[in-house]
């Protein structure tokens, strides 16, 4: 008997390193979930999430206590089959719009006998981005730095060989005067950009009155639009919130604002509409400027895409404010259209997902990719 007692012993399958008890999660085990570098969820037998971490509500996976995506459900009973582990990357849209998507690497462990799964998701999306974007960008740059550094190179020498005609050092010094301000734009743009790749702001979000941040980006155009007498239009009483980085999202606002000012005859007007539709946003910005060729139209939000460098270099523009209008509305699962007619001005339009507490907008998970799955 007690051989066969040792025997029984021996074929028993060896207890999972992430054993829980079957009724509860362990503070222990909970503690070492929250110690990984990971968001996770914890299933029981009968698919109801018994614990999930804080950041989970980012990726939109949970309704009604259950994993809500397809290609993460296939998962899990894949590793109840097998009782082995089994890793898979996931492809989730950022909102209902636009192309920002997470990149996940998840992984799905048994948890001893008891039915139970742990779900890990690694973000990599991040760096993936950031490697790529990093590849062009210093190249950009350098380029970009040259030009107003040579300038005020140039303009030195100018003044040291002016030294005995006043007239041409005071003109000098107002060109080094623009030059350095063009510097000092271009590096704060730079900075700028460089936060928001290294950022994710769904992450940290909070919720506000979409109407708070226009009537804040309009605040911070008016020395701009007084004197280039530009009147800017807006009226809305809308509640609609939206999740978010606030200040992002009115960088956004005040860079299309800018850039229609900037762009437009003195003595027009700039027109902002806001209206919800379908469960999202739409923010317009309308103005009565020189339009842009349809040619370029596809490529205006480029990092330094300029559709006329001379005007740039007149109205002080980096190359910078549509990247990084797009590039937060992106993140902020959102999207941006242009609409334009050279001569007729130009149409730009923000589409974000409306918040609400009622909803999480779980529908888009279930739209999910999964890529590479193995054990």
């Known amino acids: 008997m007690a051989w066969l007692k040792r025997k029984e012993e ?20 909970i503690d070492l979930l929250r110690a990984v570098d990971a968001e996770s969820i914890v299933l029981n037998a009968s698919d109801i999430v018994d614990y999930s971490s804080e950041g989970i509500a980012t990726f939109n996976l949970i309704r009604d206590e259950r994993v809500a995506n397809e290609s993460l459900i296939r998962l899990v ?12 990357t996931l492809e989730l849209p950022r909102g209902p719009v636009g192309a920002g998507t997470h990149d996940l690497l998840v992984r799905v462990l048994p948890l ?11 973000d990599d999306s991040e760096m993936r981005r950031l490697d790529s974007i990093r590849r062009d960008f210093v190249a950009n740059i350098s380029h970009e730095l ?11 020498e100018a003044v040291l060989g002016a030294s005995d005609d006043p007239e041409a050092i005071t003109r000098f010094a107002n060109r080094m005067q623009t ?17 928001l790749q290294d950022d994710d702001p769904l992450k940290r979000a909070g919720t506000f009155p979409i109407v708070e941040s226009i009537r804040e980006a309009i605040d ?3 020395l701009t639009s007084e004197s280039r007498r530009t009147d800017i239009i807006f009226a809305s009483d809308s509640t609609a919130l939206v999740k978010g980085d606030q200040v992002q999202i009115t960088m956004a606002i005040h860079n299309l604002i800018e850039n229609a000012i900037n762009y437009s005859p003195e003595g027009t007007r700039v027109a902002i ?50 990247s990084i209008v797009k590039h937060i509305v992106t993140n902020h699962g959102g999207d941006i259209a242009v609409w334009s007619v050279e001569g007729a001005g130009s149409t730009f339009t ?26």
């Open 350 to 375: 923000i589409r974000l997902p409306i918040f609400t507490p009622e909803s999480t907008d779980l529908d888009n998970a279930e739209n999910t990719t999964a890529v590479e799955a193995h054990s």
């Open 273 to 322: 509409a806001l209206k919800t539709q379908d469960g999202l946003l739409e923010i317009s910005v309308s103005d009565q400027g020189i339009g842009i060729p349809e040619k370029d139209l596809e490529r205006i939000f480029e990092r330094f895409y300029r559709v006329d460098p001379a005007r740039s270099r007149l109205t002080g523009g980096t190359g910078l404010g549509l």
């Open 10 to 29: 021996e074929n028993r399958p060896a207890p999972s390193l992430f054993a829980v008890p079957q009724s509860s999660l362990a503070p222990e085990f």
């Open 77 to 88: 009973r894949a590793v109840r089959r097998s009782g082995l582990a089994q890793e898979a």
């Open 179 to 195: 030059e350095a301000k063009r510097l000092s734009d271009l590096v704060q743009e730079i900075i700028n950009l460089s936060r």
């Open 146 to 156: 040259k030009t107003p550094i040579g300038a005020l190179s140039i303009l030195s």
């Open 220 to 222: 911070q155009s008016r």
């Open 112 to 122: 001893g006998n008891a039915g139970q799964v742990a779900i890990l998701i690694f």
